[in-house]
Nanobody, 115 residues
């Protein structure tokens, strides 16, 4: 099967930037849909960005223009570049891949935006 590991989270001041990584145990990102999600305490899980098999990427309105998905498929890694971070971006961020008809999730990485 496949395993996912998110990394790159941390504490950043408002207006700052972070780049999150989602590393897979095998090559899957070029062939399967991917989603970046986040969940803040007391809130529902939110889809941040979705990459279809076609490569088309859609972003949540709340992050559009600030977040960008990129990839290095040779390293089995997908990135979420987060710029102009706001306190409301504080959440645990997850990546998820639909593999063989099932959703595979990583453990998440904490992003905290605070001054």
């Amino acid at each position: 099967q496949v395993q996912l590991v998110e990394s790159g989270g941390g504490l950043v001041q408002p207006g700052g930037s972070l780049r999150l990584s989602c590393e897979a145990s095998r090559s899957i990102f070029s062939e399967n849909p991917l989603g970046w999600y986040r969940r803040a305490p007391g809130k529902q899980r939110e889809l941040v960005a979705f990459v279809a098999r076609t490569g088309s990427t859609n972003y949540a309105t709340s992050v559009k223009g600030r977040f960008t998905v990129s990839n290095n498929y040779a390293k089995n890694t997908v990135y979420l570049q987060m710029n102009s971070l706001k306190p409301e971006d504080t959440a645990v961020y997850y990546c998820s891949v639909n593999f063989n008809g099932r959703d595979v999730w990583g453990q998440g990485t904490q992003v905290t935006v605070s001054s």
